[in-house]
């Protein structure tokens, strides 16, 4: 007989479990529920914002057109003054140079690009008077091109007077000094 009430207990523990498990579903589903209305209610007063907004928009739109359009003709007139002193600033700096030259006693006071990228119009005695002509391909840069050709990242910029790697452009060709064959 006790035998038998023990496993009628243990036959509930089972249901008791499962009991507990369905109450914590049911407020799990009460919480969800709740979410749900708080969602619910969030919806609708974004709902009301955005047709808020919409209809100030329509009597807004002409006048934010107006200031993209006046915005755009600032820019359009910064980007022209920019490319003006841009040149003022290039020829300021070729009359510059010039005067260096002729300063330093450098005769024809040499341009500040060479005037034949196949033969430099003036290079120092350091740099090779032999080379090849390069056609600067996009994604190259002075350190490639250097190691691929045998010669000097110095050398280059020299010889094409380039103030820095930076202001190697592509579709430009450049000259590449190169030692003559024995001195490699």
């Known amino acids: 007989m006790r035998l038998g009430l023990l496993f009628l207990l243990l036959g509930f ?7 507990a498990q369905l109450a914590g579903m049911q407020q799990d589903l009460a919480d969800l529920r709740t979410e ?14 955005l047709n808020r907004q919409k209809a100030g928009q329509g009597q807004s739109a002409s006048s934010a057109e107006a200031l993209a359009k006046a915005r755009a003709e600032t820019l359009n007139e910064v980007d022209r003054r ?3 002193q841009t040149t003022d600033v290039n020829a300021a700096l070729a009359e510059i140079v010039r005067q260096v ?11 500040t690009a060479p005037a034949s990228p196949s033969a430099p119009a003036e290079t120092p005695a350091d740099i090779p008077q032999t080379g090849v002509k390069y056609r600067v391909k996009a994604g190259d840069n002075l350190t490639k091109i250097a190691l691929r050709h045998g010669s000097k990242v110095e050398w280059i910029l020299k010889a094409n007077n380039l103030p820095s790697p930076s202001a190697l452009k592509a579709d430009v060709d450049i000259f590449i000094p190169q030692p003559e064959a024995g001195a490699r």
């Open 101 to 111: 030259n002729a300063a330093l006693g450098k005769p024809g006071a040499a341009p």
């Open 82 to 84: 920019l490319k003006q």
């Open 36 to 49: 749900v209305e708080k969602l619910k209610l969030e919806n609708a007063d974004l709902r009301a914002a």
């Open 13 to 19: 523990l089972p249901l008791s479990a499962q009991n």
